[in-house]
Nanobody, 124 residues
Framework: QVQLVESGGGLVQAGGSLRLSCAAS????????MGWFRQAPGKEREFVSG????????QYADSVKGRFTISRDNAKNTLYLQMTSLKPEDTAVYFC?????????????????WGQGTQVTVSS
């Protein structure tokens, strides 16, 4: 199993930036493909970005493409999400998730391991 803890959320003005981190412990971090998801009040959890377990193969939701960058440091057991040009509609709780697999995964049900989430609020 792997345990995940997100950090880096907060309140930011529209147009600002934040970097989220997800610290992993437990089994070897590099065994897991990782993803970022978000959930706004009253909405379903949605895919934001994913990264393969070793090669830097990434994917993004259309809504964040060109503004968000996912990365990972397997030596530090940490996943990152650099968010720029933030918009009020980016406001949500952001979760990191892990799945043991070689691919890239964008469906929440594919991920068995989840962090507790970190709140991101973007004011207009």
């Amino acid at each position: 199993q792997v345990q995940l803890v997100e950090s880096g959320g907060g309140l930011v003005q529209a147009g600002g930036s934040l970097r989220l981190s997800c610290a992993a412990s437990g089994r070897t971090f590099s065994s897991y493909a990782m993803g970022w998801f978000r959930q706004a009040p009253g909405k379903e959890r949605e895919f934001v970005s994913g990264i393969a377990r070793r090669l830097p193969i990434t994917q993004y939701a259309d809504s964040v493409k060109g503004r968000f960058t996912i990365s990972r440091d397997n030596a530090k057991n940490t996943l990152y999400l650099q968010m720029t040009s933030l918009k009020p509609e980016d406001t949500a709780v952001y979760f990191c998730a892990a799945v043991s697999g070689a691919g890239n995964y964008s469906v929440p049900a594919e991920y068995p391991f989840w962090g507790q989430g970190t709140q991101v609020t973007v004011s207009s």
